[in-house]
């Protein structure tokens, strides 16, 4: 699958959140110039996160210069983002991996728990007129995705 679509959907994503919540990176604090790899364990690309400048890159490989890597399923991230789990638990259990520093890690995580982001409600607004298909197609794959597979809907 080639990245370079999926960039331009994060480009205007990443946009997208900056406008609705400004203060977002002012909350990252000393940890601003901060790189951090995020890596589904379940896809072939992973993410890198850079707050200065604002930036959300798709790649195949997390490089070794990051400040911090974080590594889950994409359910287990998709639902920490939106705050539906706690990263604590998942780190107990080991379904959350964290390398590096931990405290820039803890800062993007309050960083993002304050925004509340509807990740939902966000690709709504990303895809204009499609939007609502686009909503009600993540909600499947994000509730699929999340449920046991004793309770698929």
Do not use: W, Y
Not at 73 to 99: H, K, P
């Amino acid at each position: 699958m080639p990245l370079l679509p999926l960039q331009l959907v994060l480009s205007g994503f990443l946009q997208r959140i900056l406008r609705r919540n400004p203060g977002l990176l002012d909350r990252l604090g000393e940890h601003r110039r901060a790189r951090f790899g995020i890596k589904p364990v379940d896809l072939p690309f992973a993410f890198i996160v850079e707050a200065a400048p604002p930036r959300l890159s798709a790649v195949r490989e997390l490089p070794q210069t990051l400040d911090a890597r974080v590594s889950a399923s994409l359910a287990n991230l998709l639902a920490l983002v939106e705050g539906r789990v706690d990263g604590d638990a998942l780190m107990f259990s080991r379904q959350l991996a964290i390398e590096g520093d931990m405290e820039a890690v803890l800062a993007l995580r309050n960083a993002i728990d304050d925004a509340g982001i509807d990740l939902a409600e966000e690709l709504v607004c990303l895809f204009g007129p499609l939007g609502e298909l686009a909503r009600r197609s993540f909600e499947f794959a994000r509730d699929r995705l999340t449920s046991s597979p004793g309770e698929q809907r």
